[in-house]
């Protein structure tokens, strides 16, 4: 006989009541019999909403992404938005990416939602993530939903919620729909629906999110320099196909090469391990096309569009992938370029960042007299940011993984209109003689040569849940004293709310909300950050470095002794 725990007996018994079909309930039972280890994988807990929203692995189980926890978590917001919101006419908007069961989880949602009174508009096929955004401003919803995992593993999908202002949930929404959702049985869900409730969209809300996308992504170019420019596009077999290269179209842009291995939505991915643009191996057939084409620019996003990879030509004419610090670098200044020059700064602007991206942001901000504000991890803090400083104009702001966010027209990180932007700030660099690459260094010259690395630790199940968290433990108990032989000099705790200053012995606080980040800074100006993942089963180790760079003959010496200064600090810290 298999043991199982008592509180876990509890959980698994729950599934096994009238509430559940007779399908779930005979998969559950095999497990109890054949397989205690998954059993417990998918029952422990319940999923969580992350940085993300709710990712998990597709399943059976609390733990899992399935109609009954995508159920609940959708009856308990319509308990929630017809609290918010009584007596009004609530509407939502629904969207899916290309994973395996995103169409069927999407019409699940849309039903819960009608059987509760609530008018749907539910996309008619997949679509970019920043366009869920979009529409739910476009349409006057009161909340959206987008079924995506982004770039995690074929076997994952999510649920990422979307509030009025068109950014995702943040407090005090999170807390109190969460709440709403713990106390709800399972037999409390409404799935039948009513169909008279559910409107189908599509090509006329993707007209005017192009036409947006346009209007905040393009800064006169002109049509030779557009002409000029050669564009390699991969989608990764995701939503970005369904948008991206009608919006290049209709601005201008003609030389579009598209890894046509690649232009198919598909759910397991098959030409990549990851369809993450973070990964070099994600955009190697974009590289290989570039390569034949003699293109200038790679464009890859992830299977929801939010993330935009990008590769240019370095000194050597050779295609180097830009890290997300540096695109968000590149595309920062360009925007302050813009609005100065248009004489748009009047002193009540500002760019957004995180704290765990390149400082060099601030720095940029600085030399424009603009305000440049730093959040937690997450483009839903930036969303934030834009709603409580509504008398503040947003100009853009990004973050290091690969994300980033031109205005306020979408409230999230959005491949779509960035990728746009990346490729107007190229063609008007090789209309000038230049290059992203050269401009790129130009930055450095004037603001300092800023480097950084990420390291990501991968520890799955219960077991690994458990190692993160007792390694978050043991950084707090045990802080760092020194860093490659670099004294530390502060240390930002986002748990505890306080910045410590270990020469002074200072504490202040931190005015952000609470977060499980751990910041070290070191007399030499190195940083070294260290978070778990809210989307993935990863800690993650942000090294920032920087020096000054004289003028760009010095860039590739000086590129050298920084990318060994982050080798040093990675052994120090015993991370390879």
């Given at each position: ?157 999510g649920y990422k919620v979307y509030w009025q202002d068109g950014g995702q949930l ?247 209109t960035s990728s746009l932007l990346a490729i107007e700030i190229a063609a008007q ?148």
């Open positions: 006989m298999i043991h199982i725990e008592p509180e876990l007996l509890k959980r698994v018994n729950s599934w096994l009541t009238p509430a559940f079909d007779g399908e779930t309930q005979t998969y559950i039972k095999d497990l109890i019999a054949t397989n205690p280890k998954e059993l417990k994988e998918s029952f422990y807990k319940d999923l969580e909403f992350g940085t993300g929203g709710m990712r998990g692995v597709m399943g059976i189980g609390t733990n899992r992404i399935n109609k009954f926890t995508l159920g609940r978590n959708t009856q308990g917001i319509s308990n929630y938005l017809h609290q918010s919101f009584p007596g009004e006419k609530i509407k939502v908007v629904i969207a899916f990416d290309c994973r395996h069961n995103s169409k069927t989880l999407a019409k699940v949602v849309a039903d819960v939602f009608s059987a509760n009174n609530i008018e749907v508009f539910l996309f008619e096929d997949l679509r970019p993530t920043p366009e869920l955004s979009f529409a739910l401003k476009h349409l006057n919803c009161h909340c959206g939903i987008v079924l995506t995992a982004s770039h995690n593993p074929p076997e994952y999908n943040v407090p005090p929404q999170d807390a109190e729909i969460i709440d709403t959702i713990n106390n709800l049985d399972y037999a409390e869900i409404k799935f039948k629906a009513n169909e008279d409730l559910i409107q189908y969209i599509g090509k006329e809300v993707d007209d005017v999110f192009i036409d947006a996308s346009i209007k905040n992504g393009t800064f006169d170019t002109s049509a030779e320099a557009k002409d000029n420019l050669e564009i390699v596009f991969t989608s990764l077999h995701g939503t970005s196909i369904t948008i991206f290269p009608e919006t290049l179209e209709r601005a201008g842009y003609k030389n579009v090469h598209i890894v046509e291995e690649q232009r198919e939505p598909n759910g397991d991915f098959p030409t990549v391990k990851s369809p993450n643009p973070e990964e070099p191996e994600a955009l190697k057939m974009a590289l290989e096309l570039a390569e034949k084409t003699n293109a200038d620019i790679v464009i890859g996003t992830d299977p929801d569009a939010d993330r935009l990879g990008v590769a240019v030509r370095d000194l050597d004419g050779k295609m180097i992938i830009l890290n997300g610090n540096q695109t968000m670098v590149l595309m920062t200044d360009f925007l302050l370029k813009q609005w100065k020059k248009n004489n748009k700064l009047k002193g009540n602007e500002f760019v957004a960042t995180t704290i765990v991206s390149t400082p060099m942001v601030a720095a940029l901000a600085k030399s424009y007299a603009t305000d440049c504000k730093i959040v937690l991890t997450g483009f839903k803090w930036i969303a934030k940011l834009i709603k409580d400083y509504s008398n503040l104009d947003f100009i853009g702001g990004g973050e290091e993984s690969f994300g980033y966010m031109v205005g306020d027209f979408v409230r999230d990180k959005d491949a779509n660099a090789k209309a000038n003689g230049s290059s992203l690459y050269k401009e790129l260094i130009k930055l450095y010259v004037a603001h300092g040569l800023y480097k950084e690395h990420l390291i990501s630790i991968t520890k799955k199940g219960i077991e690994g849940a458990q190692e993160i968290k007792q390694m978050m433990i043991d950084a707090r108990e045990n802080p760092l004293t020194t860093v490659n032989g670099s004294k530390v000099v502060k240390i930002e705790d986002y748990q505890l709310s306080i910045t410590k200053d270990l020469n002074s012995g200072a504490e202040t606080s931190i005015d952000v909300p609470k977060s499980n980040v751990l910041i070290y800074y070191t007399e030499d100006g190195s940083k070294i950050a260290l978070r778990p993942s809210g989307t993935e089963p990863k800690i993650k180790f942000y090294i920032s470095v920087n020096t000054p760079l004289e003028h760009a003959a010095a860039y590739t010496t000086k590129q050298k002794e920084l990318a060994s200064k982050i080798e040093a600090i990675i052994k120090d810290l015993k991370l390879n």
